[in-house]
């Protein structure tokens, strides 16, 4: 029993994106298709442990939603429209295979398509990235609230008018064609971009680690290269996820606890990674455009490329954060910038910019903000107040990996 419902929850990290991406091309409803996938999964728990795991869960995953949208739509085809899309789904009474399909857009992946889709100008930006987030990656209304740092009933409200205005407004389900990229690349490698932070530090859950998020978040990357070969923020994101990827297998422990980028095993890091993510910054930033993922990439390659911690150059660091700002003035920015700064100019340095975060307020909830003050105070000897600081941070964190971390430097605080 435990042997298929660990097969049935990789199945869900695997194949949830292409199973819903899949019956909202073939049905057009996506909540039917959200529906549908979830009532697959579900059954597939009491099928394999009848029948055994598939050799192709996705395929199998895949036929039995698409069989139970066609039931769901003959129970309600009432009209000419509803009979329509029971023809459609019925029109292929063999395995539904999602890989095997090249349809007229010319790009033959609905998980592409799909991203296209949800990032049409049509929508505001924050519904863009969400709703990609909640189809394609199977991420919940909570995580995805988190990540946004938003109440829960905020984004659900969200969730809903994005899928009415697709509805509504009839945006069609395809890759746009290549002169109608530009103006949907921000809202696209937005949503690659959080579907790889999710991956690399998940907001919830026993893992801190969710690698088939990463994995995809890449693979989608190379395809918007490929798109786009000629635009340097496209090719950014990519260098910036290879660089972050090189570090991922040293973040986390044989026993599954958080290393932090200081303390991690350098000589372990993926070379091959990092090294291409470097040569495709270079070749970015020779376009003359700079942006918000060429400069964060750019910060990341500063880490890569130095031997130990105490080489890594945080002045530099600081200066690409400040460039950083000016094109994304967010609140998560500056908290960054002031890690930056306090590691290049002194803990109260960076002290002094924590404090000006949390007279705004715009980042209150979020655990990094108390966790970062009691980073600063702590490298500033001042423990007992880093003390009082971890705790708070450890109200608010959501990823036991990063609580486990977090109780650690607690105890050592109260130590010293």
């Known amino acids: 029993m435990n042997d298929v419902e660990e097969a049935v929850a990789a199945a869900f990290r695997e194949e949830w994106g292409q ?52 039931d769901v739509l003959r129970r309600e085809a009432a009209g000419a429209a509803k009979l329509r899309e029971v023809a459609v789904l019925a029109r292929d009474e063999g395995p539904c295979d999602p890989e095997e399909s090249d349809y007229e857009s010319g790009v033959g992946d ?33 995580e995805i ?3 946004f740092l938003v109440p829960e009933a ?67 990357a190379r395809v918007l290269a490929r798109l786009m070969p000629d635009e340097p923020e496209v090719l950014g994101l990519l260098a910036l996820l290879l660089l972050h990827d090189a570090r991922r297998g040293t973040r986390v422990d044989a026993a599954g606890e958080l290393v932090t980028l200081e303390d ?32 964060q990439a750019a910060i990341a390659a500063c880490h890569t490329t130095a031997a130990t911690a105490e080489e890594t150059d945080w002045a530099d660091i600081a200066a690409l954060y400040g460039e950083l700002v000016r094109f994304v003035p967010s609140a998560v920015v500056r908290l960054n910038r002031a890690v930056a700064v306090g590691m290049a100019e002194g803990p109260e340095a960076g002290l002094a910019l924590v404090a000006e975060l949390e007279g705004e307020g715009e980042l209150d909830g979020y655990h990094l903000l108390p966790a970062t003050r009691a980073d600063l105070l702590r490298r500033g000897g001042r423990t007992a107040e880093a003390a ?3 705790g708070r941070a450890l109200e608010l964190v959501e990823n036991e990996a990063e ?14």
Request: with cysteine; charged share 25%.
């Open 19 to 70: 199973v819903v991406a899949t019956l909202i091309r073939v049905t057009g409803d996506w909540d039917l298709a959200e529906e549908c996938a979830q009532d697959a999964f579900a059954r597939a728990l009491d099928r394999w442990r009848r029948d055994g795991v598939p050799s192709r869960p996705g395929a199998w995953l895949t036929t039995t939603a698409r069989n139970r949208a066609l």
């Open 110 to 142: 609905d998980r592409l398509r799909l991203i296209f889709t949800c990032c049409h100008p049509a929508l505001p930006i924050e519904a863009r990235v969400a709703l990609t987030l909640r189809t394609l990656a199977g991420l919940t209304t909570p």
């Open 145 to 147: 609230a988190r990540a």
């Open 154 to 220: 905020t984004m659900a409200q969200r969730l809903v008018r994005a899928k009415r205005k697709i509805r509504n407004a009839g945006i069609p389900y395809r890759v746009p064609p290549a002169h109608l990229l530009p103006e949907r690349t921000t809202g696209v490698l937005g949503v690659v971009y959080l579907l790889f932070n999710e991956g690399y530090a998940a907001t919830s859950g026993a893992d801190l680690l969710r690698t088939n998020l990463c994995a995809e978040a890449l693979r989608l």
């Open 264 to 295: 991690q095993d350098r000589t372990a890091w993926d070379r091959a990674s990092a090294d291409e993510g470097a040569a495709l910054l270079e070749t970015a930033l020779r376009r003359g455009r700079p942006g918000p993922y060429q400069i």
């Open 388 to 390: 009082q600081a971890y």
């Open 403 to 416: 609580r486990r971390f977090l109780e650690r430097r607690l105890a050592e605080c109260r130590s010293a």
